[in-house]
C-alpha cells in the first residue's frame, strides 16, 4: 500500500531564517506530487504541483520555492521567511492517469516568529 | 474558473443527531466530487467521492449523491457521533494541464456533543 510521509511534524523558525520540508511517498511510481497551505481557519492554498522529476509549477508567486530530486521526493524551500509564511503544510500525491483523488500526509505546523 | 462554496460553520450537534453540510459548485468540465475529512492536527483523508452524476458516495455511514441538475453534492450522516467531530472539506477535480487540479470549499467545523 501506499504512504506517504513528511517531516518535521511542527517547525518554529525566525524571520528571515531558511526553511526546508520535506515529503515522501512509497508504494508508487511516477505520482503528481502537490504541496498546499493551510492557514488558521482558512481552506487550502495549492503552492505547487509536480507532474515528474524536475517538472515544478508553482501557483502563487511568493518566496516559496519547491523541488522534487527524486521520483518520489518533494522539497517546499524558502531563503528567508516571513512570519505571513506561518502555516500548516500540506503535502499530497495523485496516481495521475484518470485517478482524481489525492491523498495527504500528515502535515508540519510552521511558526514564524 | 471552478469553485466550491460550503458554510463555513461551527456546525453543533448533539450525539445521533442528523447531519447535513451543503457543497455546491461551479465548474466548466464534468468534474469529480469528494469529500475529505480533517481531524485536528492532522493532515486531511479522502471520506467518499463520487465521478458523474447521480453517483452516490458512502463511506463509514456517510453519503452524498452527485447532483449535476442542482450542482450540489450535500453531505449526510444519519446518525453522528462524537468522534465524527473534524473539519469538512467539499472538493472537485478536473484535468487541467495534465494534472488532476482540485478545488477545495473553505471547510466546515463540525461539533458533536454528549
Known amino acids: 500500500s501506499q504512504t506517504i510521509h513528511q517531516w518535521p511534524a511542527t517547525l518554529v523558525q525566525p524571520v528571515g531564517s531558511p526553511l526546508s520540508l520535506e515529503c515522501t511517498v512509497e508504494g508508487t511510481s511516477n505520482p503528481n506530487l502537490y504541496w498546499y497551505r493551510q492557514a488558521a481557519g482558512r481552506g487550502l492554498q495549492l503552492l505547487f504541483y509536480?507532474?515528474?522529476?524536475?517538472?515544478i509549477s508553482s501557483e502563487v508567486p511568493q518566496n516559496l520555492s519547491a523541488s522534487r530530486p527524486q521520483d518520489r521526493q518533494f522539497i517546499l524551500s524558502s531563503k528567508k521567511l516571513l512570519l505571513s509564511d506561518s502555516g500548516f503544510y500540506l503535502c499530497?500525491?495523485?496516481?495521475?492517469?484518470?485517478?482524481?483523488?489525492?491523498?495527504f500526509g500528515p502535515g508540519t505546523r510552521l511558526t514564524v516568529t | 474558473g471552478n469553485s466550491v462554496t460550503q458554510m463555513e460553520g461551527p456546525v453543533t450537534l448533539s450525539e445521533e443527531a442528523f447531519l447535513t453540510i451543503n457543497c455546491t459548485y461551479t465548474a466548466t468540465g464534468y468534474p469529480s466530487l469528494f469529500w475529505y475529512v480533517q481531524y485536528p492536527g492532522e493532515g486531511l483523508q479522502l471520506l467518499l467521492k463520487?465521478?458523474?452524476?447521480?453517483d452516490k458516495g458512502s463511506n463509514k455511514g456517510f453519503e452524498a449523491t452527485y447532483r449535476k441538475e442542482t450542482t450540489s453534492f450535500h453531505l449526510e450522516k444519519g446518525s453522528v457521533q462524537v468522534s465524527d467531530s473534524a473539519v469538512y472539506f467539499c472538493?472537485?477535480?478536473?484535468?487541467?494541464?495534465?494534472?488532476?487540479?482540485?478545488?477545495f470549499g473553505i471547510g466546515t467545523k463540525l461539533q458533536v456533543i454528549p
Open positions: 499530497a500525491w495523485s496516481p495521475g492517469g484518470l485517478s482524481y483523488e489525492q491523498y
Open positions: 463520487a465521478t458523474k452524476a447521480d
Open positions: 509536480s507532474v515528474g522529476i524536475g517538472q
Open positions: 472538493a472537485l477535480s478536473d484535468q487541467y494541464e495534465g494534472y488532476q487540479k482540485v478545488t
